[in-house]
């Protein structure tokens, strides 16, 4: 017996060895980024930035990113479809990214991405000329992937469909998919204001919360929030929902790390008291941190004076309304909507109840008895709130309502950006039809780096570099790469032959080989679009979308 019992612990013992030897399936990261400005209806400043912005950062984070910038209908849907072809043959261990940046609008409920060809005069032009999400977040997260996140930076003030029935203002409120995290530059039904500068602050934000090593996924939303909230001064103010159950980080921290200047365990201390047990100012950041209507209501209850107050009933009136309609939409029929227009008969989707009451072939007035919604837990708006809708779009920056900026963001809740995101500098112009604009790529911290469990994307020179400062050359189409001891290494255009590497440098390992990926790949179909387009154009001219409209520059022969 004693040697059967040691026979059957060293082959316990073995088969532990052969299960620890095996590695962990890869986590593939995949994504999509479009950033459309060139609209003919209406330029946008910052969405092509923003775009390339996300792309490096998302490179930088283990994804596989193919990304173009000012997309008509055709090639629009085109790319999607590429896309959820890609992320089908995947396989089940994939995160998959979509960002877009451009014009966004709702019907109905549904929520649109629209391209820049589009010209919608009125509601009933919306579907066919704009691009429903639902299409396409749908049949991702049927895939059942790792997970599925999906931003829209999209919520504008648009120039469409101003004749005719109106248009309830920004993007609708969803419910996600399991498995899949949705998220919004500007709450549900309400707009940010387009940005001056050369990055919107959401994409701005977005990439340096994605950039901060060891924060799981929700935490990287709810810091964009607060980051958006200080750089906007309370004009914009982002959601996001997430049914993610997978555990999800765009970066590792280091062991050797240095410790935050605030512990966790202070951080977690103070973001669990209740908001009436802190001051004002912190509990007015907690309460957007947690973006609840209960969150929001005990702010009030605890300062209903204080000078965020208005603010607040503001943010509560957008989400309560949101959430109606949200309700009203599911249950779709006459006395769900009847029961809508009983609480907002002016309010930002009266359009909406009305369209659906004439599909359903129901009266706009209800008959004088009906079985109105309860809505559960949601009670009707207070008086108050009626006038945050007697406004055609809400936004949290219109001078009508004298909002008071917010607080600064206390150390316990937001570190202090770092300083290469304190300004960043413009991107140079892209070098070519639908490519994105790309940033001077700013290394990481040494101590924060992509999980080991990432397959590595194909040849993606800003993932082997993400510890060192990475320039693109549009002219030449070379890459100078310097690392942490300020030595420099030039990959050369693919066509060309590359330069060695300079062995020994300090940082990450410089990847100087001529198949590098300098910026996000075009989607294939967007790639033989390019091409088409390329070969059309007269010989000596070079035509590239560029911003606000394409435009034609003569090309030294």
């Given amino acids: ?50 775009a390339g912005l996300i792309a490096q950062t998302l490179q930088a984070a283990g994804f596989d990113v193919v990304g173009a910038r000012d997309l008509d209908q055709d090639t629009l849907r085109h790319a999607f479809r590429d896309f959820l072809e890609k992320a089908s043959g995947s396989g089940p ?42 299409d396409y977040t749908r049949p991702l997260a049927a895939m059942k992937l790792k997970a599925s996140i999906v931003v829209l930076d999209a919520a504008r003030a648009n120039p469409f469909a101003h004749s005719g029935p109106p248009l309830a203002g920004g993007l609708a409120l969803v419910e996600p998919e399991p498995g899949v995290l949705i998220a919004f530059n500007s709450a549900p039904g309400t707009v940010a204001p387009e940005g001056q500068g050369p990055y919107g602050p959401y994409a701005q934000a977005l990439a340096e919360m994605i950039r901060e090593g060891g924060l799981p996924l929700t935490d990287v939303f709810e810091r964009t929030r607060l980051r958006v909230n200080e750089i906007s001064k309370g004009a914009e103010v982002p959601w996001h929902a997430s049914k993610i159950a997978a555990s999800l980080v765009f970066f590792e921290r280091a062991a050797d790390a240095p410790p935050p200047a605030i512990s966790s365990e202070q951080t977690a201390a103070i973001r669990a008291r209740p908001i009436r047990d802190l001051d004002a100012q912190e509990a007015y950041i907690a309460a957007l941190e947690r973006d609840t209507l209960d969150g929001y209501s005990d702010f009030l209850a605890a300062y209903p004076s204080d000078p965020m107050a208005r603010r607040v009933r503001a943010i509560i009136a957008a989400r ?25 008969p002016d309010g930002p989707h009266a359009g909406d109840a009305h369209r659906r009451l004439a599909f359903l072939a129901a009266a706009f007035e209800p008959p004088p008895s009906f079985a109105v919604m309860a809505y559960d837990d949601l009670p009707p708006p207070p008086p108050e709130e009626i006038i945050y809708f007697h406004r055609p779009v809400l936004a949290f920056d219109d001078p009508v309502f004298g909002f008071a900026p917010p607080p600064p963001v206390p150390v316990i809740f937001l570190a202090p950006p770092p300083p290469e995101f304190v300004v960043l500098a413009p991107p140079p112009p892209p070098g070519g039809i639908f490519l994105l604009p790309m940033p001077i790529y700013r290394p990481v911290p040494v101590w924060v780096r992509p999980p080991q469990y990432v397959a590595p994307p194909p040849n993606n020179v800003i993932y082997n570099n993400v510890h ?90």
Avoid at 23 to 46: F, H, M, S
Avoid at 95 to 122: C, H, K, T, W
Avoid at 500 to 513: E, F, I, K, N, S
């Fill in 1 to 50: 017996m004693p040697r059967i019992r040691k026979l059957v612990a060293a082959l316990v013992a073995l088969l532990a060895l052969a299960f620890a030897a095996v590695p962990a399936q890869a986590e593939k990261r995949i994504a999509l980024v479009i950033g459309n400005a060139g609209y003919a209806a209406g330029a946008l400043n910052t969405p092509a930035n923003d």
């Fill in 93 to 134: 261990d994939t995160v998959a990214f979509i960002y877009l940046s451009g014009y966004g609008m709702q019907l109905e409920g549904e929520n649109y991405f629209v391209p820049i060809d589009a010209r919608i005069a009125r509601d009933s032009e919306v579907a066919a000329a704009a691009l429903r999400i639902s």
């Fill in 320 to 344: 309560r309304e949101a959430i109606t309609w949200r309700r009203t939409r599911l249950v779709d029929t006459p006395p769900a909507y009847w029961s809508y227009l009983r609480r907002y």
């Fill in 468 to 557: 060192n400062t990475v320039v693109v050359n549009n002219v030449t189409n070379t890459v100078t790469v310097t690392n942490q001891s300020g030595q420099t290494t030039t990959i050369a255009p693919p066509a060309q032959a590359a330069a060695p590497a300079q062995g020994g440098a300090a940082g990450a390992p410089v990847a100087p080989t001529p198949a590098a990926a300098i910026a996000p790949a075009l989607p294939p179909s967007v790639a033989q679009k390019a091409v088409t387009l390329q070969n059309q154009t007269p010989q000596g001219t070079a035509t590239t979308p560029s911003g606000p409209a394409q435009t034609t520059k003569q090309v030294p022969g």
